[in-house]
């Protein structure tokens, strides 16, 4: 290869997208106010601030009293989902993409959502996770929605009390098979999400093929749950630890594994859940009913 | 003292919010960008006028972005491994060009495997663009060391790139063409 390195290095650089108006106001409403003692301005990205080891034990000492008294909150809480989202505008490219949206879950009446319940409930690394009511039934759907070229694409994951794991996206909604699914759907019913039976709403995103297969755990946690980890099935090693903030987990690294399985922590690092196996790129075609995984990791 | 701090957030916002995107992602960058610039408010007064503001800021931008050396290469290597660069794939955008992928994705294995001290060299003068004193004063090194490990990084990357370019080139067309 004879072209020269920092020349290479440099054409990696360019093509960056540039930072828009809002985030630079943004950042220097941050820098010049609240960026003295205020939490991070987009909250997406955890940013160290220790500022002395004294300043780090005396937090850390509040963080521990506090703790004691969260846990007893925090155990019977995977009824509760605290995080209610905020409401979001529903413009035309919105409505565009959901009028030619299908929904291939048995039972559920699926018509156009409302305008006026679009909210969103988290938005971190380019992904965000939406849900909004429909029309006819007044059902809550999930959604993910991620920007591609200045549009908004928008993944439909099925509408309470099916959501989630058997509800497929769109584009995918040949491989559904509705017959199949009816078995699912009667276990969706009687386990409603979040429920100490279901405390984890996956909304996972993949794609790519053969061993370029990926995977971006996405999702919603009840209260209760303060991680979720992802574990090779093949040997159980973890391969990612997402954080469940404002019951929101969203890691939009891809990631590389045949097949893995997702385990909900609480706060005290317990496993109080796992997954079905999932199978990248079709995360997102799972069977709650098979819940097998590997013995040897210490799972039911 | 010549410039303002909203001197410095003009001229700096955008090409430090760059350079960090690169290196961690968008997202990352928002937020560290953010703090990079709340520091440099709050240590304002303690800035030599003498002394060029721009190294003193990619400074506590490295210190920044040292905590997250992690997340860095792991982005890297799944780079990598898929020739999707994560940054741009978050973005919204790709580069479709077949030989600029497997070319990029060998230089993020290449970058990977440097040290963390290394790199930090090697891209404040390749994407920050700044010169060898400037860096020593970023990071508070001797000139001779940051001589020193810019070179190292260089002929690392070059080793690499003339050993696995071929290998990785193939590998990629042969996806490419599985598709």
């Not at chain 2, 955008?14 to 953010?34: F, K, N």
Request: hydrophobic letters at 40%.
């Amino acid at each position: 290869m004879t072209t020269d390195e920092l020349q290479l290095l440099r054409e990696f650089r360019a093509g960056i997208p540039v930072p828009d108006d809002l985030t630079r106001r943004t950042v220097y409403a941050y820098a010049t106010g609240a960026g003295s003692s205020g939490s991070q301005p987009f909250g997406r990205f955890r940013v160290p601030r220790w500022r002395s080891r004294r300043g780090g034990l005396v937090l850390a000492i509040a963080v521990l009293a506090l703790a004691g008294t969260a846990v007893s909150v925090a155990s019977h809480s995977l009824f509760g989902l605290s995080n209610h989202g905020t409401r979001v505008h529903a413009g035309p490219a919105v409505r565009g993409v959901l009028n030619g949206h299908v929904f291939v879950q048995a039972g559920v009446p699926y018509n156009a959502q409302r305008p006026d319940s679009w909210k969103r409930l988290a938005r971190r690394q380019g992904i965000g996770i939406y849900t909004a009511r429909t029309i006819k039934g007044n059902h809550l759907c999930y959604y993910v929605g991620r920007r591609y070229r200045e549009k908004l694409y928008l993944d439909g994951y099925g509408c309470a009390p099916f959501a989630g794991e058997l509800a497929l996206p769109a584009r995918f909604w040949t491989l559904s098979g509705q017959k199949a699914g009816r078995k699912e759907n009667a276990w969706f019913r009687s386990h409603p999400f979040p429920s100490p039976t279901r405390p984890v709403l996956i909304l996972s995103l993949g794609g790519g093929q053969g061993e370029y297969t990926y995977l971006q755990p996405v999702g919603l946690a009840a209260d209760g749950v303060r991680s979720i980890q992802m574990l090779a099935l093949l040997d159980c090693h973890p391969v990612v630890t997402v954080p469940v903030i404002d019951n929101a987990f969203i890691d939009a690294n891809p990631l590389h594994v045949a097949e893995s399985f997702l385990v909900a922590r609480n706060a005290n690092g317990k496993v109080i859940w796992h997954s079905a196996p999932l199978d990248p790129p079709n995360a997102y075609v799972r069977t709650p009913l098979d819940r097998k995984v590997p013995r040897e990791c210490g799972f039911k | 003292m010549g410039y303002s701090f909203d001197d410095v957030f003009a001229a700096e916002f955008e090409p430090l919010h760059g350079y960090i995107s690169r290196r961690l992602g968008v997202s990352a960058a928002d937020d560290l960008t953010a703090e990079t610039f709340a520091i440099a408010y709050r240590r304002w007064g303690d800035l030599d006028p003498s002394r060029p503001v721009k190294p003193w800021l990619y400074g506590i931008a490295s210190n920044l972005i040292q905590h997250q050396w992690r997340k860095e290469r792991r982005m890297l290597r799944a780079y990598a491994r898929t020739g999707v660069d994560p940054v741009l794939a978050e973005a919204g955008s790709s580069d479709d060009r077949l030989d600029a992928r497997a070319q990029r994705a060998i230089l993020a294995a290449a970058l990977a495997q440097l040290r963390w001290e290394e790199r930090e060299v090697l891209l404040l003068h390749a994407w920050a663009e700044l010169s060898d004193a400037e860096i020593a004063e970023s990071l508070s090194l001797p000139l001779g060391t940051v001589k020193s490990r810019l070179s190292r990084a260089r002929e690392h990357l070059r080793n690499c790139l003339g050993r696995i370019g071929q290998v990785e080139a193939e590998r990629l067309r042969t996806v490419e063409e599985g598709r």
